[in-house]
């Protein structure tokens, strides 16, 4: 937290040194402030801020592209083809060895994404389920959590 607050008052410097102060020198000044902690991080004890702050932003752009991937699916899903061809089904997805924080990030990233809605955790925080759009496959559902969501966020936490 300590590195956050250095960058961000690093970045107020850049800001009062710059000519102009715009909120994109503010941003400037950001990711310089961030490249130099990054590079002295075991001069100013940064801990794992550099990789945590990478992982954050990896993981805010990997939901973004999913979630941007899937709003397609379920428009061509629900435009494009009969509803017949839907077979929407209860899935359920384990979530052992997960903490409830990560498990509650993941269950919000489930229920955001189109096509999928988070219903249920189950009693001792091993399961949770999942109502899919289109479950024909759930096998396949689970891995496109596990790649796209899962381990990403853990990436992130741990």
């Not at 052992?96 to 988070?118: A, F, H, K, N, R």
Request: hydrophobic share 50%.
């Amino acid at each position: 937290m300590k590195a956050l607050a250095f960058n961000l008052v690093l970045a107020t410097l850049w800001l009062f040194l710059s000519s102009t102060r715009t909120t994109a020198d503010f941003f400037i000044g950001f990711a310089l402030g961030f490249a130099g902690l990054s590079l002295f991080s075991a001069v100013l004890d940064t801990g794992d801020y550099p990789r945590r702050a990478l992982a954050l932003a990896r993981f805010g752009l990997g939901f973004l592209l999913e979630f941007i991937r899937a709003n397609f699916n379920v428009a061509v899903q629900v435009l494009g083809r009969s509803n017949r061809a839907l077979r929407p089904d209860f899935v359920r997805y384990d979530v052992t060895g997960l903490t409830p924080g990560e498990i509650l990030v993941l269950s919000y990233c489930i229920t955001l994404t189109p096509g999928t809605t988070m219903v249920q955790i189950s009693d001792d925080f091993r399961t949770l389920t999942i109502h899919a759009l289109d479950a024909g496959d759930p096998a396949a559902l689970r891995r496109g959590i596990d790649t796209h969501l899962k381990a990403p966020l853990l990436r992130l936490t741990r």
